[in-house]
């Protein structure tokens, strides 16, 4: 997956780190901004809350 | 010796040297594709183990801090020479996520203060300690009952299961100070007037009786007891007349720690109220400096 990735990243090395780099650090962004944020009130652990 | 195939070209084939491979073989890119995938998964989780302890924490401070500078705004904007009778608290009209007080609980170090928000929803209690609507306002007979986060989101309650009997829950509002003291835990009740009671900090505190008899400092509930925060903690209907109620502050929050399988509940009563003297501003209680 991640080879497959590699080789189809345009551009010289130092280009393809780059480019590597800010798809990590995409990826991690929407992890933080959309999906944790999201997903975090289903999960059982943190209700504080009696009903 | 073995060596761990990474997944790269074949160093050197043992088998058949002279014939590498013409394209990889399909039965290992399947496998090194799944392999990669569980990599992934696990630094996925990782990552949220970091969100959910670190990311919301720094999310709720900002929060709590805009809570808390509004708040000071608001208590501030007013004349300071205002008539006596003015000066009763309103917290009428509250709207949800809006902060109302401050609680500090000089036990837990002399920062601890956090804005208390009006309502319990998710929204809210990420500022937050949250009030539970509906039920009573600080100083007011009944039971003002707060939740908050244990972990993550700024976790105001984190260290509430080590809160002891007669450690002081100190509320603030506009115009008064309210202490509450933690109630006798359920191993202290017997022989309290003789035991812990003589603590000169434990002044005001004792097991209470009437209706209220049973009632601990600490217990740990089931999420669907919902009857923790009623005036009368534990009973649904048998609500008393105002002048009869106790004046009680409930703590509640999630047990155990990352877990939501059930409820840590910390009960405390009031023992004294502090007016602010509009002339000092700035002036503390005395219980605020019981920090050991």
Not at chain 2, 4 to 9: F, N, R
Not at chain 2, 28 to 47: C, F, K, M, S, W
Not at chain 2, 48 to 59: A, M, R, W
Not at chain 2, 218 to 247: L, Y
Request: proline share 9%; with cysteine.
């Amino acid at each position: 997956m991640y080879g497959w990735i590699w080789r189809h990243l345009p551009g010289p090395t130092a280009v393809r780190v780059l480019t590597a780099v800010v798809l990590v650090a995409g990826v991690i962004a929407l992890l933080m901004l959309v999906v944790f944020p999201w997903v975090e009130p289903k999960l059982p652990f943190n209700q504080v809350t009696t009903q | 010796m073995t060596t761990l195939d990474t997944g790269g070209p074949p160093a050197g084939d043992l088998d058949s040297p002279d014939e590498p491979p013409a394209r990889p073989d399909r039965v290992r890119t399947v496998v090194r594709g799944i392999g990669e995938l569980l990599i992934t998964a696990g630094l996925v989780v990782l990552l949220f183990v970091v969100y959910e302890v670190y990311v919301t924490d720094i999310v709720s401070a900002g929060k709590q801090r805009e809570a808390t500078s509004q708040l000071d705004t608001e208590w501030n904007d007013e004349a300071p020479a205002a008539p006596e009778q003015q000066r009763v608290e309103r917290f009428d009209g509250l709207g949800e996520g809006a902060g109302f007080a401050k609680m500090h609980i000089p036990s837990f170090g002399a920062d601890y203060s956090f804005t208390i928000i009006e309502g319990t929803t998710e929204r809210s209690l990420e500022i937050g300690p949250g009030h539970y609507k509906g039920t009573a306002y600080p100083g007011e007979p009944g039971n003002f009952a707060v939740a908050g986060h244990r972990v993550g989101k700024g976790a105001p309650f984190n260290d509430i299961d080590l809160l002891g009997s007669c450690d002081a829950i100190v509320v603030e509002t506009r115009f008064n100070w309210f202490v509450y003291r933690m109630l006798p835990k359920k191993d202290e009740v017997d022989g309290w007037a003789a035991g812990k009671g003589t603590d000169p900090r434990c002044q005001g505190v004792a097991p209470l009786g009437g209706p209220y008899t049973g009632l601990v400092g600490q217990q740990i509930v089931n999420p669907s007891q919902g009857t923790v925060i009623a005036p009368i903690p534990g009973q649904a209907g048998g609500a008393p007349s105002i002048g009869e109620r106790a004046t009680l502050m409930t703590l509640t929050t999630c047990h155990p720690r990352f877990s939501d399988r059930q409820r840590l509940i910390v009960h405390a009563v009031l023992v004294k109220q502090w007016a602010k003297d509009p002339t000092k501003p700035g002036e503390t209680p005395p219980e605020l400096k019981e920090t050991s």
